[in-house]
């Protein structure tokens, strides 16, 4: 299973982004995805989840302001990002495990290269 990220950058406070994570995988509809974020000093922490019956799970700092998708026919998981903060400066992960959303990082068997968010104040 490989998972490929994309669509980090450099944007505004208050401003979007959407990240897209691709993931090649036998029977994609059947993962758990999530989106993770790291800080230099911290530990990594969960955004975002969606099961394999499209269920979510949001961290509270991202309620609001982030929504998580899925495309079954691409195999394409998505954060659209909105009202972006300069606490929301990360390196963000894309991550695979089976059927559910977990909380922590360790029950995640899959990983993709993360992906810099930088929101300028």
């Known amino acids: 299973v490989q998972l490929q990220a994309s669509g980090g950058g450099l944007v505004q406070a208050g401003g979007s982004l959407r990240l897209s994570c691709t993931i090649s995988?036998?029977?994609?509809?059947?993962?758990?995805l999530a989106w993770f974020r790291q800080t230099s000093g911290s530990d990594r922490e969960l955004v975002a989840g969606?099961?394999?019956?499209?269920?979510?799970r949001y961290s509270d700092f991202a309620k609001g302001r982030f929504t998580i998708s899925k495309d079954n026919t691409k195999s394409t998981v998505y954060l659209q990002m909105d009202r972006l903060t300069t606490d929301d400066t990360a390196v963000y992960y894309c991550?695979?495990?089976?059927?559910?959303?977990?909380?922590?990082?360790?029950?995640?068997?899959?990983w993709g290269q993360g992906t810099q968010v930088t929101v300028s104040s």
């Open positions: 991550a695979a495990r089976w059927m559910f959303v977990e909380q922590y990082r360790g029950r995640y068997d899959y």
């Open positions: 995988a036998r029977a994609f509809s059947n993962y758990a």
């Open positions: 969606i099961g394999w019956d499209f269920a979510t």
